[in-house]
């Protein structure tokens, strides 16, 4: 049973496209958070949310707390997007998807 | 300012030994949080300092240990090493509270790759 689901598994768009990331998870939470893995292991945090939506540049994260749903926009996509997309959550415990492997190709 | 330091970044070890992996917090931060990923199970939380206390723990066994001394550096040990153990292991810190908390911001390291033949 995974507490987290991320769909799709896998995406390739061409350069500019817009990009949706699919986030559902079955537990209480406090926060979601997506994460950013590039190839070689590092891990940027993304967005961090409980409510509502964020915008960070020509990324735009969102969550249905009713729901149990977040989505992660990428718009006019640049293939230094490519890389792995994570999303996790947080309650009593510590909860990770997947992941999304991101494809942009210019 | 500094990241978050992991060493040693690549390392083999034969299964039966034990291995001891480092992670130097950015400057200021008091949570050190471990976490595995492998390709089968994906990311997995280990387990959370603060302070020198261990706050959280996930579900491994206790082959899995960790310390975090004054400085807040932490170290992570694997003991009896198997072959499943091989992963990736990441190092975050953040400045306070929970890693995972709402208003704190997570940093990680680049991890350590742990191969066991």
């Known amino acids: 049973k995974n507490e987290v689901e991320q769909s799709p598994q896998n995406l390739t768009a061409q350069e500019g496209e817009f990009i949706t990331i699919n986030c559902s998870y079955s537990v209480g939470i406090s926060a979601l958070h997506w994460l950013q893995q590039h190839p070689g292991g590092g891990i940027v945090s993304l967005f961090m949310l409980s409510s509502g939506k964020k915008k960070h540049g020509r990324l735009i994260a969102t969550i249905n707390i009713q729901e149990k749903h977040s989505s992660l926009h990428i718009t006019a996509s640049h293939p230094r997007d490519s890389a792995v997309y994570i999303c996790?959550?947080?309650?009593?415990?510590?909860?990770f998807g997947t992941g999304t492997s991101l494809t942009v190709i210019p | 300012k500094a990241g978050v330091t992991q060493t040693p970044r690549y390392l083999i070890k034969t299964r039966g030994q034990q291995v001891t992996l480092s992670c130097s917090p950015i400057?200021?931060?008091?949570?050190v949080s471990w976490y595995q990923q492998t390709p089968g199970q994906g990311l997995q939380f280990l387990f959370e300092?603060?302070?020198?206390?261990q706050r959280n723990k996930g579900n491994f066994p206790g082959r899995f240990s960790g310390r975090q001394f004054s400085n807040s550096r932490s170290e992570m040990n694997v003991s009896t090493l198997e072959l499943g153990d091989s992963a990736l292991y990441l190092c975050?810190?953040?400045?306070?509270?929970?890693?995972w908390g709402p208003g704190n911001t997570i940093y990680f390291g680049e991890g350590s790759w742990l191969t066991v033949v």
């Open positions: 975050a810190s953040s400045p306070s509270g929970g890693p």
């Open positions: 400057s200021g931060h008091r949570s």
């Open positions: 996790a959550v947080t309650g009593n415990q510590f909860y």
């Open positions: 300092y603060f302070s020198e206390t």
